[in-house]
């Protein structure tokens, strides 16, 4: 009679966890899109840098904010998206 107190345990298990399953795997897609967009912003500011270090002309991509500083003998690109304030600073030496 033991096995009649345990009847159901795993369909109360499983509809215990799907819910926390489902959860987290809405949070990592939801998640994905922002990485992304990170990783993009890092090599657009890289790109920029290097291409203003070499004495071309460069503009914001839309949607970017630009700040070009002046640190020493370095010149530093800072690259901000909105909304989510996303920001990445690269710094090269002028070669141009």
């Avoid at 369909?11 to 966890?17: G, K, Q, S, V, Y």
């Avoid at 799907?18 to 090599?43: D, H, M, N, R, W």
């Avoid at 071309?56 to 991509?61: L, Q, T």
Wanted: charged share 20%.
């Amino acid at each position: 009679m033991a096995f009649h107190s345990e009847r159901g345990a795993v369909t109360a298990e499983f509809m215990l966890i799907t819910p926390v399953v489902i959860l987290a795997v809405t949070a990592l897609l939801g998640l994905f899109p922002i990485a992304l967009s990170a990783i993009k912003l890092e090599l657009t500011a890289m790109q920029l840098a290097r291409l203003h270090s070499l004495g071309h002309s460069v503009e914001a991509p839309a949607g970017f904010e630009l700040e070009i500083i002046e640190r020493e003998r370095f010149q530093c690109l800072v690259l901000r998206k909105e909304p989510l304030i996303l920001e990445s600073e690269y710094c090269a030496i002028p070669i141009g």
